[in-house]
């Protein structure tokens, strides 16, 4: 069984893996009249991590709007899935550490 840490890891993980879909969407459609951006409330992250939800998916503000009313920077999305794969490497990385170790004192408990 995976403890406190492994599971807000494997949580935040799944955080990541729903941001990467958003953002797909986001360069999906980003030719598409009046789609507007979305993104992941990582506000509501930190309320959702307690209860084990994701977070919502929500519309961004403040964003330029073309004249066909789509609001896609691809430059924008680019350097958020960059930023995301980074994250969630690092997250990985951290669950796996966090694995062995587990693995690690089951081995050193066990008779020889």
Known sequence: MLDAIALRLA????V????QKVVASNIANADTPGY??????????????AEGHLPAVVEVEGLPVKN???NVSLEREARL??????RYNVAAELLRLEIRAVR???QEGRAP
Do not use: P, Q, W
């Open 36 to 49: 507007r951006t979305k993104d992941v409330d990582f506000r509501h992250e930190f309320l959702s991590v």
């Open 68 to 70: 066909d009313g789509n």
């Open 16 to 19: 990541l893996a729903l941001r």
């Open 11 to 14: 949580h935040y993980m799944n």
């Open 104 to 106: 690690n004192a089951i």
């Open 81 to 86: 899935l960059a930023e995301n794969a980074l």
